[in-house]
């Protein structure tokens, strides 16, 4: 049976009676197309008998986009590949719509064709002529300056006419614009009234990283953002909470029972958490990184959020609030690293010249748009105890770092020595008879189980053997992209994956006083150094060798 | 490396199944495989066993397998079976080869191992301890049976399954079959849950009527519904007697006494009547399952249908004098192999199913 409708994916097309349709999103559940403007009016997928029982996780809603900082690379190589792939896996919902926000002139054709070509490098799933021409039917431009709140007042009429189009009144709004506009941008959505939604509807704001500089800019622009939307509406992305492997860390610990049993100071001996990078200050990125540094852009978001996967106690459910309960109370037990602490706890340092996949590098300080006399660091590694009853003794060595020999972010859990009785007899070279499990985060995303074999032949001897899970080899697809997750979670209401307010402050409030010591002491502890392409400068070293352990050979 | 298998869905001879092997050797030559190729990765997350009593299924299994060990890395046992009398009738081949695909991240070649059987003899004996003898340890298993059930579907074999896989648009006696399957699932010991492609086929029918009824114009439209006509393409009756049930179930409606393979007498919450009638068409089609529905009532019509290319389904809604209300849903599986890759990828239990067949019982 085929309809007097006539249907054409990508295409417009004539419906009766003499109305005008277009087709308005791409291969969602399900695409819809309706005339303009609508009659029809939306309701929360719960309240639709037919729709009970079809998802095991909270469902994204028809809803507009608008992504300020639209013609920025976040946009370009994140953002809309990952739209575009949710939409190749059937996943977007239906009647969506993209709106970019940007202050450079141009028209929607041209911004498409910006789009297409970026998708075409950077979307997981393989750019399809045909999807890519039916989806980009609903992305627009709209240019005006941040500061602009006539600029707000237009995007405001332009989203009416959507929202009346389209029958839904729904708002995401993604704040992807260099961290110096956040303010202006939440303050002038407030002015513009942009921040409430039609009745029935809602209103949504996802805000990029950095997340202020300090505790008192964070709270600064968390009570910006606290004026303007309501915390339940506020999506504070860390797109590490985003990847598979991160994820998986609650699985693999209260989903398998043999390791919550081990998983404290009676049986775990250390963690260490690794983030190194084999990149400097490529491509212009001296710029903002000489105004950050490791420890302000990693440490205090993706690796403490991290740290506070591996630390948290079980959650009393999966619900936003359950799990963020328990990792901001991980945060609030951190150890205070004091003046007095700060140089036995903390190691700093900057690459020099060295040599990364057989090419010369250039040191820190003399990579472009970097101070020459620059004191922010390119590489840290601190000692941070989590003063609770599960971990009361047990370090958790975290270290980040830029030119590093590889790029690797793992986590370990070192495991106690077995009591010494039977094999202490046994030589074995160097310090290989404690377990190690670890936490491939990126690449090569897995977990692996270090333990000890006896070597095949007569005589008694032992060397360590890895059994290794590898995400590529046991699940042959590529995993989803971080911002993919993200982005259908924020479209559908779940704030598990993002930081919370008091998570966010509490993460600064610890990283002040690190950075305070540093800047503020009359005798700050040295800025070491390290050649580019080693890992890491000797004294983070020897800080573990003060405490007889070891960095983990990565 | 491991043998090409790039093979022809239309190839029935048994070259495709790879190397022939004694069955008391299969373990040592599939060792000796892997470690002759290093460069091929060994993958499995699961047993999957595919089993046929049909004729010469063995080469059209291997290759619905090459299709779905691309989405699902498998230990995988094909399994041809038929019944012999006699001791001396019990005959057993074997062959080994490899599934390989390129994944995604890093261009390796991923390999599913395929082991395939050729039984002849005493099948509710044979059966369990090949299959049992070749399982990787500690994977789950899934069973995809396929056709009606034999004396081969005894106990013994159906406590270890995990996941059932079946099709049961294509049993010929559905109350027969359906008894058998109660009867195993309420052995002691039985763990398995189902997974009928029925329910895959009808997965974006439901999207597609449940998108219909987003907006609470059709919702209050649902109550003035007053006669419902489902299309299904040839062999297909049941798969539309189950969106049938399906819809009944969720739009609250009762089943009438009255009731047949191709009608429904249905009521409403308010007592009035409700027709359904179940028509087949003789289109051809890249989907076979159910082409079109229609919903219709006082000031109200909701239709679903297959669009010209195969890959959509078509819905328009359309109330009083509003202007149409139009959805497209992909129709993401439909050849064999794509619905059971999609419906491993969706291993829980379907909450409504028994009760579908519940409500269908008197009616087939």
Same mark, same amino acid.
């Given at each position: 049976?085929?309809?007097?409708?006539?249907?054409?994916?990508?295409?417009?097309?004539?419906?009766?009676?003499?109305?005008?349709?277009?087709?308005?999103?791409?291969?969602?559940?399900?695409?819809?197309?309706?005339?303009?403007?609508?009659?029809?009016?939306?309701?929360?997928?719960?309240?639709?008998?037919?729709?009970?029982?079809?998802?095991?996780?909270?469902?994204?809603?028809?809803?507009?986009?608008?992504?300020?900082?639209?013609?920025?690379?976040?946009?370009?190589?994140?953002?809309?590949?990952?739209?575009?792939?949710?939409?190749?896996?059937?996943?977007?919902?239906?009647?969506?719509?993209?709106? $970019?926000?940007?202050? /450079?002139?141009?028209?929607?054709?041209? %911004?498409?064709?910006? !789009?297409?070509? *970026?998708?075409?490098?950077? +979307?997981?799933?393989?750019?399809?002529?045909?999807?890519?021409?039916?989806?980009?039917?609903?992305?627009?431009?709209?240019?005006?300056?941040?500061?602009?709140?006539?600029?707000?007042?237009?995007?405001?009429?332009?989203?009416?006419?959507?929202?009346?189009?389209?029958?839904?009144?729904?708002?995401?709004?993604?704040?992807?614009?260099?961290?110096?506009?956040?303010?202006?941008?939440?303050?002038?959505?407030?002015?513009?009234?942009?921040?409430?939604?039609?009745? $029935?509807?809602?209103? /949504?704001?996802?805000?990029?990283?950095? %997340?202020?500089?300090? !505790?008192?800019? *964070?709270?600064?622009?968390? +009570?910006?953002?606290?004026?303007?939307?309501?915390?339940?509406?506020?999506?504070?992305?860390?797109?590490?909470?985003?990847?598979?492997?991160?994820?998986?860390?609650?699985?693999?610990?209260?989903?398998?029972?043999?390791?919550?049993?081990?998983?404290?100071?009676?049986?775990?001996?250390?963690?260490?958490?690794?983030?190194?990078?084999?990149?400097?200050?490529?491509?212009?990125?001296?710029?903002?990184?000489?105004?950050?540094?490791?420890?302000?852009?990693?440490?205090?978001?993706?690796?403490?959020?991290?740290?506070?996967?591996?630390?948290?106690?079980?959650?009393?459910?999966?619900?936003?609030?359950?799990?963020?309960?328990?990792?901001?109370?991980?945060?609030?037990?951190?150890?205070?690293?004091?003046?007095?602490?700060?140089?036995?706890?903390?190691?700093?340092?900057?690459?020099?010249?060295?040599?990364?996949?057989?090419?010369?590098?250039?040191?820190?300080?003399?990579?472009?748009?970097?101070?020459?006399?620059?004191?922010?660091?390119?590489?840290?590694?601190?000692?941070?105890?989590?003063?609770?009853?599960?971990?009361?003794?047990?370090?958790?060595?975290?270290?980040?770092?830029?030119?590093?020999?590889?790029?690797?972010?793992?986590?370990?859990?070192?495991?106690?020595?077995?009591?010494?009785?039977?094999?202490?007899?046994?030589?074995?070279?160097?310090?290989?008879?404690?377990?190690?499990?670890?936490?491939?985060?990126?690449?090569?995303?897995?977990?692996?189980?270090?333990?000890?074999?006896?070597?095949?032949?007569?005589?008694?001897?032992?060397?360590?053997?890895?059994?290794?899970?590898?995400?590529?080899?046991?699940?042959?697809?590529?995993?989803?992209?971080?911002?993919?997750?993200?982005?259908?979670?924020?479209?559908?209401?779940?704030?598990?994956?993002?930081?919370?307010?008091?998570?966010?402050?509490?993460?600064?409030?610890?990283?002040?006083?690190?950075?305070?010591?540093?800047?503020?002491?009359?005798?700050?502890?040295?800025?070491?150094?390290?050649?580019?392409?080693?890992?890491?400068?000797?004294?983070?070293?020897?800080?573990?060798?003060?405490?007889?352990?070891?960095?983990?050979?990565? | 490396?491991?043998?090409?298998?790039?093979?022809?869905?239309?190839?029935?001879?048994?070259?495709?199944?790879?190397?022939?092997?004694?069955?008391?050797?299969?373990?040592?030559?599939?060792?000796?495989?892997?470690?002759?190729?290093?460069?091929?990765?060994?993958?499995?997350?699961?047993?999957?066993?595919?089993?046929?009593?049909?004729?010469?299924?063995?080469?059209?299994?291997?290759?619905?397998?090459?299709?779905?060990?691309?989405?699902?890395?498998?230990?995988?046992?094909?399994?041809?079976?038929?019944?012999?009398?006699?001791?001396?009738?019990?005959?057993?081949?074997?062959?080994?080869?490899?599934?390989?695909?390129?994944?995604?991240?890093?261009?390796?070649?991923?390999?599913?191992?395929?082991?395939?059987?050729?039984?002849?003899?005493?099948?509710?004996?044979?059966?369990?301890?090949?299959?049992?003898?070749?399982?990787?340890?500690?994977?789950?298993?899934?069973?995809?049976?396929?056709?009606?059930?034999?004396?081969?579907?005894?106990?013994?074999?159906?406590?270890?399954?995990?996941?059932?896989?079946?099709?049961?648009?294509?049993?010929?006696?559905?109350?027969?079959?359906?008894?058998?399957?109660?009867?195993?699932?309420?052995?002691?010991?039985?763990?398995?849950?189902?997974?009928?492609?029925?329910?895959?086929?009808?997965?974006?029918?439901?999207?597609?009527?449940?998108?219909?009824?987003?907006?609470?114009?059709?919702?209050?439209?649902?109550?003035?519904?007053?006669?419902?006509?489902?299309?299904?393409?040839?062999?297909?009756?049941?798969?539309?007697?189950?969106?049938?049930?399906?819809?009944?179930?969720?739009?609250?409606?009762?089943?009438?006494?009255?009731?047949?393979?191709?009608?429904?007498?249905?009521?409403?919450?308010?007592?009035?009547?409700?027709?359904?009638?179940?028509?087949?068409?003789?289109?051809?089609?890249?989907?076979?399952?159910?082409?079109?529905?229609?919903?219709?009532?006082?000031?109200?019509?909701?239709?679903?249908?297959?669009?010209?290319?195969?890959?959509?389904?078509?819905?328009?809604?359309?109330?009083?004098?509003?202007?149409?209300?139009?959805?497209?849903?992909?129709?993401?599986?439909?050849?064999?192999?794509?619905?059971?890759?999609?419906?491993?990828?969706?291993?829980?239990?379907?909450?409504?199913?028994?009760?579908?067949?519940?409500?269908?019982?008197?009616?087939?």
């Amino acid at each position: 049976m085929i309809f007097d409708f006539q249907w054409k994916l990508g295409q417009h097309c004539i419906a009766p009676p003499t109305m005008m349709v277009g087709l308005v999103a791409s291969s969602a559940n399900s695409t819809c197309t309706e005339a303009t403007p609508s009659y029809w009016t939306y309701m929360p997928y719960s309240e639709n008998p037919f729709r009970q029982q079809f998802a095991t996780r909270p469902t994204p809603e028809p809803c507009t986009v608008v992504i300020f900082g639209a013609t920025g690379d976040l946009t370009h190589r994140k953002l809309v590949p990952a739209l575009y792939s949710i939409a190749a896996d059937g996943e977007l919902p239906p009647t969506l719509k993209v709106v $970019g926000f940007a202050r /450079r002139e141009k028209d929607d054709a041209t %911004f498409r064709n910006e !789009l297409e070509a *970026a998708n075409r490098k950077h +979307s997981r799933a393989t750019h399809d002529d045909a999807l890519w021409s039916t989806f980009s039917e609903s992305i627009h431009y709209h240019c005006s300056e941040f500061q602009d709140v006539e600029g707000y007042r237009a995007l405001g009429k332009r989203l009416d006419a959507i929202d009346k189009e389209r029958g839904t009144g729904n708002r995401l709004f993604y704040v992807a614009s260099a961290p110096e506009f956040f303010d202006e941008i939440l303050e002038n959505l407030r002015t513009s009234g942009l921040n409430k939604a039609p009745a $029935g509807s809602w209103a /949504r704001v996802v805000v990029e990283k950095p %997340f202020g500089t300090d !505790l008192p800019s *964070a709270q600064n622009l968390n +009570s910006i953002v606290s004026e303007t939307f309501a915390e339940r509406d506020t999506f504070r992305i860390d797109h590490y909470l985003g990847k598979e492997t991160a994820q998986n860390i609650m699985v693999l610990r209260f989903a398998n029972a043999i390791f919550e049993p081990l998983w404290n100071n009676r049986y775990i001996d250390s963690v260490q958490i690794t983030c190194a990078e084999n990149l400097g200050m490529e491509g212009g990125r001296g710029g903002y990184y000489d105004k950050s540094g490791a420890l302000r852009d990693m440490v205090q978001n993706h690796l403490l959020q991290l740290l506070s996967l591996v630390a948290m106690e079980p959650p009393t459910d999966l619900s936003a609030d359950g799990v963020r309960d328990e990792k901001v109370k991980v945060i609030r037990s951190l150890r205070p690293i004091t003046m007095a602490d700060v140089a036995e706890s903390v190691v700093r340092g900057q690459y020099i010249e060295g040599s990364v996949d057989g090419k010369a590098v250039p040191g820190y300080r003399e990579e472009d748009r970097v101070d020459p006399e620059s004191m922010t660091e390119s590489y840290v590694a601190l000692k941070i105890y989590v003063d609770t009853w599960r971990w009361e003794g047990v370090p958790f060595y975290v270290r980040m770092g830029k030119q590093l020999p590889k790029k690797a972010t793992e986590i370990s859990v070192h495991f106690r020595f077995p009591p010494s009785v039977l094999f202490n007899s046994i030589p074995m070279q160097g310090d290989v008879r404690g377990n190690v499990l670890v936490m491939r985060i990126q690449p090569d995303e897995g977990i692996s189980l270090r333990m000890l074999s006896k070597i095949p032949g007569a005589a008694l001897r032992m060397e360590p053997v890895k059994m290794d899970f590898s995400y590529s080899t046991s699940f042959g697809k590529a995993s989803p992209e971080a911002y993919e997750r993200l982005l259908l979670d924020a479209i559908a209401g779940d704030a598990t994956l993002f930081a919370r307010r008091d998570e966010v402050e509490n993460a600064w409030r610890f990283i002040d006083q690190i950075e305070n010591a540093w800047h503020n002491n009359p005798s700050p502890p040295p800025m070491t150094t390290y050649p580019a392409g080693t890992w890491g400068p000797q004294e983070a070293d020897e800080m573990l060798e003060r405490d007889s352990r070891t960095w983990r050979r990565i | 490396m491991p043998p090409d298998t790039t093979t022809n869905p239309a190839d029935d001879s048994l070259s495709s199944l790879g190397a022939p092997v004694s069955i008391d050797n299969i373990e040592a030559s599939l060792k000796a495989l892997w470690s002759a190729n290093a460069t091929h990765t060994r993958c499995s997350l699961i047993n999957f066993v595919v089993y046929s009593e049909r004729e010469n299924s063995l080469a059209r299994n291997a290759a619905l397998l090459a299709d779905i060990t691309s989405d699902h890395a498998c230990r995988a046992l094909v399994i041809d079976a038929q019944t012999a009398a006699g001791a001396s009738a019990t005959l057993v081949k074997s062959w080994i080869t490899a599934h390989c695909h390129l994944n995604q991240a890093g261009g390796k070649a991923m390999c599913s191992e395929q082991i395939a059987f050729q039984l002849r003899g005493n099948l509710p004996k044979l059966v369990p301890n090949t299959v049992f003898a070749h399982l990787d340890s500690d994977l789950p298993l899934a069973f995809w049976w396929q056709g009606g059930f034999s004396s081969a579907f005894d106990s013994h074999l159906t406590r270890r399954i995990d996941r059932l896989v079946i099709d049961s648009a294509s049993w010929g006696d559905p109350q027969r079959e359906f008894a058998t399957l109660q009867a195993a699932r309420q052995q002691s010991g039985a763990r398995f849950i189902v997974l009928d492609l029925v329910s895959t086929r009808l997965f974006a029918h439901r999207l597609a009527l449940a998108a219909c009824f987003d907006t609470p114009e059709t919702l209050a439209g649902l109550d003035r519904i007053d006669r419902v006509t489902i299309h299904h393409h040839a062999g297909q009756r049941f798969t539309a007697q189950t969106f049938a049930a399906w819809m009944t179930l969720k739009a609250g409606w009762n089943l009438e006494s009255s009731c047949t393979s191709d009608s429904m007498q249905l009521s409403k919450g308010d007592g009035q009547a409700l027709q359904l009638d179940l028509l087949e068409s003789n289109e051809v089609t890249r989907c076979p399952g159910v082409s079109a529905v229609t919903l219709s009532g006082t000031d109200i019509d909701v239709s679903l249908a297959i669009d010209d290319s195969g890959r959509y389904l078509q819905s328009k809604v359309t109330i009083g004098d509003r202007p149409p209300l139009g959805c497209l849903t992909p129709l993401l599986a439909c050849s064999e192999a794509s619905l059971v890759s999609q419906r491993l990828r969706q291993p829980g239990n379907d909450a409504l199913y028994f009760r579908i067949w519940n409500l269908l019982l008197p009616c087939i």
